[in-house]
């Protein structure tokens, strides 16, 4: 609950779901839906209540996305307004500052499933991989400049538009506020 209203807050997310989510709700149903019982249960024996609740209503298929079968695993949905590269790097900043912050004994958060951690994991891919990716472009063009004229001069004469040309790419992308992600590396390269 605690990290879902953090994220919330400070991670960028426009909202989320969870098991927790779900039981609050059962239980303010359970009392007539009062809003003051829209809390967490402080008995075990209502956690299990609900939770049995939840698990015959769904038919198992719907409390699957929220919890597993033994009720060991649990997962927390965000929803993000946007898929951005600066929202996945904000995002994932946010989610591991809020699990440094805030240890839990017997509890291991697993990040990043869905769009936002692919996207997140991709575009950390294509930061790591730029460079070496234009150096390999680079390298790639001299040579075959090298091979076509048979003149170290030739090749270099040649390369001179793409030394001059990629600083430029960068900075209009950076005007533009175009971000380095999956569509915009090869241009750029």
Known sequence: ?????YMRQHGGAAGSISAISI????????HEGDPNWEIIPSQRSDIGNVFF?????????????????????ATITLFYRDYSNLVAKNALEAAKTFISANPQEQVTFRLAGGLIGLLAAVNE?????YRLNLYLVLITVFLLSYLTYWSLMGAIIVMLP?????PLTEAVMYLWGIDMNINSLPVAA
Not at 1 to 5: L, P, S, V
Not at 23 to 30: C, I, N, T
Not at 162 to 166: D, G, P
Request: proline share 0%; charged share 30%.
């Open 125 to 129: 891919e294509i930061e790591n991989s």
């Open 162 to 166: 793409s030394l001059i040309a990629q």
């Open 23 to 30: 039981l609050k709700r059962v239980f303010r149903m359970f």
């Open 53 to 73: 609740t939840i698990s015959d209503q769904s038919g198992g298929k719907d409390a699957g996305r929220l919890f597993s079968d033994d009720y060991r695993n």
């Open 1 to 5: 609950e605690e990290f879902q209203y």
